[in-house]
T-cell receptor
Framework: SQKIEQNSEALNIQEGKTATLTCNYT??????LQWYRQDPGRGPVFLLL?????KEKRKERLKVTFDTTLKQSLFHITASQPADSATYLC?????????FGTGTSLTVIP | DAGVIQSPRHEVTEMGQEVTLRCKPI?????LFWYRQTMMRGLELLIY????????DSGMPEDRFSAKMPNASFSTLKIQPSEPRDSAVYFC?????????????FGPGTRLLVL
């Protein structure tokens, strides 16, 4: 069965540092991955999409990499801010099914 | 645009009762998704519609769950009879397109508690 995993433990970092979140997938090679942000009590909000032929994608302070050999995507937030504190989800589509990871909770400490 | 609208925002019911969750997608979007989120299993796709037609309902846990989309601006997810294990947050999302790469816009969710 398809599987997508994210670091289950919460990540705490100091303001200004770079946060790195990991998404690993098995049993399938998706053509692309999406990253979402979810705040408590709210639905996920789309952040970035990266395709398999793109090694890296950037949007402002966000950077996503996609390593199809390692079956892994890394999500980086540079110069992190307390406002970046949230849960971050990765997801991919295979066939007619979207698979989401369980998310990684990030806390940026002032 | 108001975004995806879901109602109710919170629902508390007793085991065995029927529960109906409602969703209004973003105007112009042609794909609609129902998800369930729990701490243990994360976000799971239950069913999705394209142009009001159910495309894949393989995520629907069992026959107690049913979903309809009678028109482009409204969808329901019904649980009958409800059970305590159905307690979760149910999200509706919509998007425009059919490739699967489109951004999904999520509603605020319905927090369901079945006692």
């Amino acid at each position: 069965s398809q599987k997508i995993e994210q670091n289950s433990e919460a990540l705490n970092i100091q303001e200004g540092k770079t946060a790195t979140l990991t998404c690993n997938y098995t049993n399938y090679s998706p053509a692309y991955l999406q990253w979402y942000r979810q705040d408590p009590g709210r639905g996920p909000v789309f952040l970035l999409l990266i395709r398999e032929n793109e090694k890296e994608k950037r949007k402002e302070r966000l950077k996503v990499t996609f390593d199809t050999t390692l079956k892994q995507s890394l999500f980086h937030i540079t110069a992190s801010q307390p406002a970046d504190s949230a849960t971050y989800l990765c997801a991919y589509l295979t066939g007619n099914q979207f698979y989401f990871g369980t998310g990684t909770s990030l806390t940026v400490i002032p | 645009d108001a975004g995806v609208i879901q109602s109710p925002r919170h629902e508390v019911t007793e085991m065995g009762q029927e529960v109906t969750l409602r969703c209004k997608p973003i105007s112009g979007h042609n794909s609609l998704f129902w998800y369930r989120q729990t701490m243990m299993r994360g976000l799971e796709l239950l069913i999705y519609f394209n142009n009001n037609v159910p495309i894949d309902d393989s995520g629907m846990p069992e026959d107690r769950f049913s979903a309809k989309m009678p028109n482009a601006s409204f969808s329901t997810l019904k649980i009958q009879p409800s059970e305590p294990r159905d307690s979760a947050v149910y999200f509706c999302a919509s998007s425009f397109g059919t490739s699967g790469q489109e951004t999904q816009y999520f509603g605020p969710g319905t927090r369901l508690l079945v006692l």
